[in-house]
């Protein structure tokens, strides 16, 4: 196989956009989205129905409860910040299927999405350029 076309296949088999996250997230319960960073950030502003696992606390303990045959999307605040990529190392070596969200949080934001938590903002209905 063209060693360029498998990188891109890669790609998307191990992350996802804002916007093909949050359409999965309509149609189907099999997906889990994971806040990796700090307490403090998570209760600031969250993706909705997220749960947060900062990733330095990652571990079989801390995951015990968690069903292995679920997708876990991590994220983080954005391009900036490499939480969500800690954070998804250390889910997949600790057996899970992971995706990492492209953008973290800042570009579920610019793309209109809903939080919750201290900060919340509400969906603003942007339609996907893409």
């Known amino acids: 196989m063209n060693e360029q076309i498998k ?4 790609k998307l088999k ?5 916007w093909d996250l ?7 319960d099999s997906i889990i989205v994971i806040d ?3 307490k403090s950030a998570y209760e600031h502003e969250r993706i909705p129905n997220s749960i947060n696992i900062p990733h330095k606390t990652m571990n ?5 409860n968690l069903p292995k045959n679920r997708i876990y999307v991590t994220y983080c605040d ?3 910040c490499n939480a969500s990529t800690k954070g998804a190392l250390n889910m997949a070596r600790l057996g899970f299927q992971v995706k ?6 800042e570009w579920w934001i610019r793309d209109g999405h809903q939080t919750h938590g201290k900060n919340a ?3 603003k209905n942007i339609q996907c350029a893409c």
């Open 78 to 80: 954005g391009i900036g």
């Open 22 to 28: 949050n359409e999965s997230l309509k149609v189907s």
């Open 100 to 105: 990492e969200l492209i953008g973290g949080i």
């Open 7 to 10: 990188h891109y296949e890669d």
């Open 36 to 38: 990796a960073r700090s």
């Open 14 to 18: 191990y992350e996802i956009d804002s």
């Open 60 to 64: 079989d303990n801390t995951t015990k």
């Open 121 to 123: 903002r509400k969906n």
